[in-house]
């Protein structure tokens, strides 16, 4: 069993999964893509060589939680991605988290041109890592 985080933008698509034991990002990559179609079949063979059982959108609601153009198009995703794979899917509040990647990439010493390759990953992955923090601590009560 694993889950899938996915950060999805314009041009580059974030993706994390999860170890076995549901516990942090095991995996993570970057989509470098504009079209959908190709962002989805990488997905699908993402899907299916990891053995995902569960995804994971990021829902980038603006900071006074209302949404946008961005948070509909992650939601049409989402659907997408519900009816074509047939897992469940959850849409994640992801306010921030693409700050956080870049304060997390600087801090390490990446510099622009290299956080840039990689930020949409380390974001998927912060996505993946609260998500299942949520499903931990639900677990527990």
Known sequence: ???????????????????????LAG???VIHSRRT????????????SHGV?????GYPKNMDG???PRA?????????LRQRTGLPVTLWDERRSTVEAHAILFQN????????KIVDAVAAGLLLEGYLTRKRLEAQS
Do not use: P
Request: aromatic share 4%.
């Open 27 to 29: 995996f993570t990559t």
């Open 37 to 48: 179609e190709e962002v989805l079949a990488a997905l699908d063979e993402l899907i299916a």
């Open 53 to 57: 059982t569960e995804l994971v959108v």
């Open 1 to 23: 069993m694993h889950i899938m985080a996915i950060d999805y933008g314009d041009a580059h698509t974030g993706v994390a999964v999860s170890d076995a034991l549901l516990t």
């Open 66 to 68: 209302t949404l946008g």
């Open 72 to 80: 509909e198009k992650c939601a049409a995703l989402a659907e997408t």
């Open 109 to 116: 010493g990446k510099n622009g041109k290299q956080r840039k």
